[in-house]
């Protein structure tokens, strides 16, 4: 006697488990199909969980490729206003790499005047909600720049984007 078990994850059938004649050439019992329906539903879950990690591996790939890419500079800002991560772009622009600014606050690289009353940080923090682009003054040590800088509230911190226009604001 053959037996095939179906596999399947939420639903949808995703393998069979085919097992062939027992040794003893007895049929399979009723004890024997409930183990390889146990067996086949936590090989269901099994599979379709590793095929769901590597979508997730294949996806945060992609993500990082468009974070690194970026025209714009990405900074990522932890709860407590701490620098958690930054592109190629937002290094340009703050003239520092992640490995020096990663962990510190970012009032410490870009001055307290980025948490003023009237910036977009002080107003994403005070309002909960994203704010649209608009042109601030950063400065980093030595550096200033002028920038659109835009600001989205994440779960655990906040998302900074900042496109450089010195160069525009001294052409005009």
Do not use: C, M, W
């Amino acid at each position: 006697a053959e037996l095939f078990v179906p596999l399947l994850a939420h639903g949808k059938l995703i393998g069979i488990l085919l097992l062939g004649p027992k040794l003893s050439e007895t049929a399979y019992s009723s004890e024997e199909q409930l183990v390889l329906d146990t067996l086949a539903n936590q090989t269901a879950v099994a599979v379709e969980n590793a095929r769901l990690f590597s979508e997730t591996l294949v996806e945060k790939e992609r993500t990082a490729t468009i974070v690194e890419q970026a025209f714009a500079g990405i900074v990522l800002l932890d709860s407590q206003l701490k620098i958690v991560s930054l592109n190629p772009a937002a290094e340009a622009i703050v003239g520092f790499s992640v490995q020096q600014v990663e962990g510190v606050p970012l009032s410490d690289i870009l001055g307290h005047s980025i948490l003023g009353e009237r910036g977009s940080l002080r107003r994403a923090i005070t309002t909960g909600e994203r704010v649209t682009p608009r042109e601030e003054t950063l400065i980093a040590g030595e550096r200033r720049r002028d920038v659109l800088l835009g600001v989205t509230p994440l779960r655990e911190g906040y998302l900074l984007s900042l496109a450089d226009v010195t160069q525009l604001k001294q052409v005009e």
